[in-house]
């Protein structure tokens, strides 16, 4: 069973105590590779990611025949203030979209075999207006980061993570810039689509919000309860939790590589499991990137959330399974090896 | 049914009269994309491969139902100057490979659904050594290229293109040099391995060979015959081939851009059916795409030819064509639209 915290000091104390990878699944994996009937090194990222799998599910050769997806939806008091280029009733209207079928998350899951799973996080209270206060309390920041940990079903072996919310770009940003320092406008984009004004009206709110909590934020997960919002919160969890599980994770884009971070903040091996999926058209994801030292698998063009990005890179760990777990070796192949 | 070339002069008056997109297909993409419930654009490159999979189908909705992939194999007399880490007599040892399914290429398309072919283009009689005299006469280069052509199956709807053959990537890059011009070491690298003093001497073998055949190359078409190898003249028939029966094609790497360049140099529009499957780890890949005005959709550090990253790029046309024909629309999921 997980454990889930009572408190944030239990979700600190759960970060200060992480499995690490499994070594004798990470050398099977590593004495395998070079046998195989191809030059060394010439599959590239697909070697690094069949053995971060066997490192990080704990067994060699890894498997991939339950992939899960997981989208996070939350609403967010900032919205009132015009950071968004839709409406907020949109969070609702695709979670309906999501349950219906009809989202790209839906028929991207569909195209890579992967069950999706939508957690709609009390969509009917927004978080408080993160510039005028914490967005969440202890309390609501710890059931929705709980909520996360045990949306993480029992037999996942890869989960894919992600969100829907309007207005949380806005909120990613803030928890970056907190985070990270730098100017406001570093850290803000467009989102799904503000421009202009409306987009340099958007740094204003996270300059001003982030300026208001900094002298108040005791940690990095603090940081996350006052700027984040419930679903940034639950992505959080299922992270932590797919860590206590071994499980691996693709993290989507700029929103929820910016809900992990906090946790390599606080330890750098906490997202050591998580590769990030896509690099976002959202300009700050590659700075946010390069922050937590990961190299998005793919570069698409991709800036819609929903985990998107995340489910396309399940087609990537798949075919790195198939080759690292199918191929022949040299010796079976009776292929000749490299001249000397 | 199929023209096949006689002469190289046919395969040039086929390269003067290509089919253009499908106008009327490619206006149903586009007006169908800005319906579905996403913002404008935020699927990236995923909408413009369906908007480019149905122009090039001529079809829409454009479909995915037996994608085909197809590995050309060759020997090269170049192989004799020691241009390459492994021995000649792996090219027929991995052919065996391929047959009985131990390759990376055997994995990648049982992963992503696709059917593989594989043909061994007269291994037992490597081309001439092209440092010394023209790969290829006119009758062998024809025949090449016809059983290129020949390759495309009907009901195809997109075609992987790629190749092995030990010393391929000499002959590609010569082949680019001499298209493209620059210097031999811009367009030569380590192919499964070699480097320092070995890849120096690759890099002389390249520039002189192009030197002494530059003054007799009489058009783009040419310098495949005398710099190419089988394969890479069979590869630029089955993307000639592929055109004219309205089959996209997913080009692997280094070997088959270059294979296909020429057709490019004699027509600007030629390749516009085709999109680079990976940018590969062989420097001069980036180049050479640049030239043809084409951005690889994948970047994960693959360097085996094989059509490994053609085969791997069939889940990302997969996953858009299932965004593109699945996703609601916004009144069909009554979801509010940009707020203006």
């Given at each position: 069973m997980l454990p889930l915290p009572g408190s944030m000091a239990d979700i600190l104390a759960f970060l200060a105590d992480l499995p690490g990878p499994d070594q004798a699944a990470l050398q099977k994996a590593q004495a395998r590779e070079p046998q195989l009937t191809k030059p060394p090194g010439a599959l590239g990222r697909l070697e690094e990611i069949s053995a971060w799998m066997a490192a990080w599910q704990g067994q060699h050769p890894a498997r991939l025949e339950t992939p899960r997806c997981v989208v996070f939806a939350g609403n967010h008091g900032v919205a009132a203030r015009g950071v968004s280029a839709f409406p907020a009733e949109v969070t609702a209207q695709m979670v309906a979209n999501f349950q219906n079928?009809?989202?790209?998350?839906?028929?991207?899951?569909?195209?890579?075999?992967?069950?999706?799973?939508?957690?709609?996080?009390?969509l009917d209270h927004p978080t408080q207006d993160f510039s005028q206060e914490a967005a969440m309390d202890e309390a609501q920041f710890v059931e929705a980061f709980s909520k996360g940990m045990r949306s993480l079903q029992e037999g996942t072996d890869l989960l894919a993570v992600g969100e829907m919310g309007i207005a949380n770009t806005t909120s990613a940003a803030a928890v970056a810039h907190a985070l990270f320092g730098g100017e406001a406008s570093d850290w803000t984009g467009p989102g799904t689509g503000v421009a202009g004004t409306?987009?340099?009206?958007?740094?204003?709110?996270?300059g001003e919000a982030v300026a208001f909590h900094k002298p108040g934020i005791s940690d990095p997960i603090d940081a996350l309860r006052r700027l984040g919002g419930r679903e940034l919160a639950a992505m959080a969890g299922a992270v932590l939790a797919a860590r206590l599980q071994r499980v691996p994770v693709l993290l989507d884009g700029y929103v929820a590589t910016a809900a992990a971070a906090p946790l390599h903040v606080l330890h750098p091996q906490a997202l050591d499991h998580c590769l990030v999926a896509h690099a976002s058209a959202e300009p700050a994801h590659r700075a946010l990137c390069a922050k937590l030292g990961k190299a998005p698998l793919l570069d698409l063009g991709l800036r819609l959330g929903e985990a998107s990005g995340a489910a396309l890179a399940i087609g990537i760990v798949k075919a790195a399974l198939a080759c690292h777990n199918g191929m022949a070796t040299f010796a079976e192949a009776m292929v000749s090896g490299k001249d000397v």
């Open positions: 079928g009809g989202a790209a998350i839906n028929q991207l899951c569909k195209a890579f075999g992967a069950e999706l799973q939508v957690q709609a996080l009390d409306a987009l340099t009206h958007k740094a204003m709110v996270v």
